[in-house]
């Protein structure tokens, strides 16, 4: 609660802003101005029962009152709101109250990129690149969900850092706002109702000329964005937003290191920004995940130091928490209040749901225990409830129901099975899923994970990192009666979450599968930690940043045993420079089922893009080709340069071009090895 100078000190602010210290939705008290934008102010508020500080933006007047832009408003917001990559700003609540239209976000003490830009001068290239590599990772995750930004820039890029400024965390915000803005299908998008969607400076030609756009018009406006954080001005500058969209359309920029030679720009970032900024947007880089590998190649090709936390969510997370002040800056308030984080929020919101369902419970079970009263008489009632037991709990390492919300998970030790059932459904549309909670300790790198098989129907294992409402993983065998074994799955010290559940997808077929229950069979769940060991395949190895290093003469077995698995390898780091091959060979005693086959993706960099082949059995019946191999198979020799991807191999199941089909491949449990060499 606020004292009475907290209450002096409001309403001196309250004349200059009448919405300075009014409780909006029953639980926001608006405390301070953070800024003002085109789409409304952002205000420093109070979330009044948790005591924490977030930011709350409301939209103007005009943008309030619509109808239309109100619909988008909350469509855009949901799908903002499931965002929880460490470099984007958390939206914890939306709606509307008092006659406002609000958002509630994260508050990020810190300066957007910006004001940093105008207090430091252009920033260094690796400096830059960092920064780029995790604004990437935050895009790719929102690409991912079907989001596109729509009006990046430095002023929507939050700056959070270390007192002595050695690290760094950005935060983007305004995540899908700024379609709110949008024109009726059809419209331009650079002139709806005399308003700019997005900033002409960073704006991507398809989007001026009012065409539909993807995650390739936010390639463009990062490397617009890139451009003047590295030079201090714009690829392209004119007296009038149409000068600039002219010049958008039809000038090529000049390199960065030729426009400003005085900041010694290597010309490989050169070749990075000016890829982004490609007129036609199938010649940029195809998602913020292959930019942020360049950006990569580029920071390791440099030996610059930190490069490997950039990767990491979990540690980014870890890394911002350090920055937050340790209390309110707002002039005058004595009580002291930290920023809110989304486990506090998502926290008290478990706490009302599980109020509101007690209350209602209390109330309907007050209500039965008076009609039993009346209807059997006090002694009989009382009689009654006195031959009532409880029943006894389950034993030890067996699931307790209910359990179907992640508020709700079983409490499991790290590295004890747990025996549970996929019981009745929760609906006709929604099966029963149980959720177990671990603490992984901080002397744990490694677990195994393993999930036995129903006998009616397929079960998927979901992993999530607790705080985050995506999950980690969807491990899911497919196939019926196959178990989930990953002997090796990389992991960082904190809670987890696993939820073992029906696994529903049709997998292509035209009918929908039918929600099943099962309160007869059991499945045992255990994820345990596990000694590190050399020339294993370590999950997740999904992409070049997270594969698995290759040293010289290693050999290594892996499997693709869950659907959609891609598995990655490179070498090792110290073979930069050497010529080399890799030897792929399938199974000989565990041949794979029909109409499976084995894909491998060589990246040869520069030299010719990727080469793809296609493994086939020794005896496999067709005409090997150029692209169609036999087992074993040599690739042709490549050089490593170092880098985060060339020279990788990635491994996933195809449909085999050699049979006829019509379903996806299903994973398998046949192994494949895979050697590295040098060539000859």
């Known amino acids: 609660m606020m004292d009475e100078r907290e209450d002096e000190e409001l309403e001196q602010r309250r004349a200059a802003d009448p919405l300075i210290g009014m409780v909006i939705a029953e639980r926001y008290r608006i405390l301070s101005v953070l800024g003002t934008g085109g789409m409304g102010v952002v205000y420093k508020v109070e979330h009044i029962h948790?005591?924490?500080?977030?930011?709350?933006?409301?939209?103007?007047?005009?943008?309030?009152?619509?109808?239309?832009?109100?619909?988008?408003?909350?469509?855009?917001?949901?799908?903002?709101?499931?965002?929880?990559h460490p470099n984007t700003v958390q939206v914890f609540d939306f709606g509307q109250a008092n006659n406002l239209t609000y958002l509630v976000m994260e508050l990020v003490q810190g300066d957007d990129l910006a004001r940093v830009l105008k207090q430091d001068g252009p920033l260094p290239p690796v400096r830059l690149a960092k920064l780029m590599v995790q604004?990437?990772?935050?895009?790719?995750?929102?690409?991912?969900?079907?989001?596109?930004?729509?009006d990046l820039k430095p002023e929507n890029v939050l700056l959070m850092r270390s007192r002595d400024n050695k690290d760094e965390v950005p935060k983007v915000c305004d995540f899908g706002v700024a379609k709110l803005h949008e024109a009726p299908e059809g419209a331009n998008d650079a002139t709806n109702q005399n308003t700019v969607v997005g900033t002409p400076y960073y704006m991507a030609p398809e989007q001026i000329r009012g065409e539909d756009v993807d995650q390739r018009a936010d390639i463009y406006a990062l490397g617009a964005m890139m451009y003047r954080l590295l030079t201090g001005a714009p690829p392209f500058e004119g007296p009038t937003p149409m000068a600039v969209f002219a010049k958008h359309l039809t000038e090529a920029p000049r390199a960065p290191s030729e426009r400003s030679p005085e900041l010694n720009i290597p010309r490989s970032l050169d070749a990075i920004l000016l890829r982004s900024l490609a007129k036609r947007a199938e010649e940029r880089f195809p998602s913020a995940t292959a930019l942020q590998q360049e950006l990569l190649d580029f920071l390791r090709a440099g030996e610059a130091s930190s490069v490997d936390i950039l990767l990491d969510p979990g540690q980014i997370q870890a890394l911002a928490a350090q920055f937050h002040p340790p209390s309110d800056s707002t002039p005058g308030l004595t009580v002291p209040r930290k920023a809110a984080t989304r486990d506090e929020v998502a926290a008290y919101e478990r706490k009302l749901a599980f109020q509101r369902r007690f209350g209602q419970l209390s109330l309907g079970a007050g209500a039965l225990?008076?009609?039993?009263?009346?209807?059997?008489?006090?002694?009989?009632?009382?009689?009654?409830?006195?031959?009532?037991?409880?029943?006894?709990?389950?034993?030890?390492?067996?699931?307790?129901?209910?359990?179907?919300?992640a508020a709700r998970a079983n409490e499991v030790p790290f590295?004890?099975?747990?025996?549970?059932?996929?019981?009745?459904?929760?609906?006709?549309?929604?099966?029963?899923?149980?959720?177990?909670?671990?603490?992984?300790?901080s002397s744990a790198a490694l677990a195994s994970i393993q999930l036995t098989a129903l006998p009616s129907f397929p079960t998927c294992l979901w992993l999530y990192r607790s705080g985050f409402r995506e999950p980690l993983a969807r491990l899911c065998p497919a196939n019926l009666r196959q178990e989930l074994r990953l002997p090796f799955y990389r992991v960082e010290p904190g809670r987890y979450l696993l939820a073992v559940l029906q696994d529903t997808d049709p997998r292509g077929a035209d009918v929908p599968t039918p929600v099943h229950e099962n309160i007869s069979d059991h499945y045992t769940l255990t994820f345990a930690p596990t000694p590190p060991q050399d020339n294993v395949e370590v999950e997740p190895n999904d992409s070049p940043p997270t594969a698995v290093r290759v040293d010289l003469g290693a050999e290594i077995k892996g499997t693709l045993n869950f659907a959609n698995d891609t598995d990655v390898y490179c070498p090792?780091?110290?073979?930069?420079?050497?010529?080399?091959?890799?030897?792929?060979?399938?199974?000989?005693?565990?041949?794979?089922?029909?109409?499976?086959?084995?894909?491998?993706?060589?990246?040869?960099?520069?030299?010719?893009?990727?080469?793809?082949?296609?493994?086939?059995?020794?005896?496999?019946?067709?005409?090997?080709?150029?692209?169609?191999?036999?087992?074993?198979?040599?690739?042709?020799p490549f050089k490593?340069?170092?880098?985060?991807?060339?020279?990788?191999?990635?491994?996933?199941?195809?449909?085999?071009?050699?049979?006829?089909?019509?379903?996806?491949?299903?994973?398998?449990?046949?192994?494949?090895?895979?050697r590295l060499e040098s060539a000859p």
Not at 59 to 70: K, M, T, Y
Not at 379 to 387: E, P, T, V
Not at 645 to 654: A, F, K, M, N, Q
Request: aromatic content about 6%; proline content about 11%.
């Open 640 to 674: 490593n340069n170092g880098g985060v991807s060339t020279g990788c191999v990635s491994l996933r199941l195809i449909r085999d071009p050699w049979v006829s089909v019509s379903k996806d491949p299903l994973p398998s449990e046949e192994p494949y090895s895979l």
């Open 135 to 150: 604004i990437c990772g935050s895009l790719a995750e929102a690409h991912g969900a079907g989001i596109v930004h729509r």
């Open 50 to 84: 948790i005591g924490k500080l977030m930011a709350m933006k409301l939209l103007a007047g005009s943008l309030s009152r619509d109808p239309n832009v109100i619909k988008r408003f909350k469509r855009e917001a949901l799908a903002a709101s499931r965002l929880s």
């Open 572 to 636: 090792a780091t110290a073979l930069a420079g050497s010529a080399l091959r890799w030897v792929l060979r399938e199974s000989a005693g565990l041949p794979r089922p029909p109409g499976v086959a084995l894909e491998a993706t060589l990246d040869r960099g520069n030299v010719g893009g990727n080469a793809r082949y296609v493994l086939h059995p020794p005896k496999a019946p067709g005409k090997p080709d150029a692209t169609n191999v036999l087992s074993p198979f040599s690739t042709p």
């Open 369 to 405: 225990v008076l009609a039993g009263l009346l209807w059997f008489g006090y002694g009989h009632a009382r009689a009654y409830l006195n031959s009532l037991t409880m029943p006894p709990p389950p034993p030890e390492g067996t699931e307790r129901e209910p359990n179907d919300e």
């Open 415 to 441: 590295g004890k099975p747990i025996r549970g059932q996929i019981g009745k459904r929760m609906s006709p549309e929604q099966g029963d899923r149980d959720f177990f909670a671990y603490e992984v300790p």
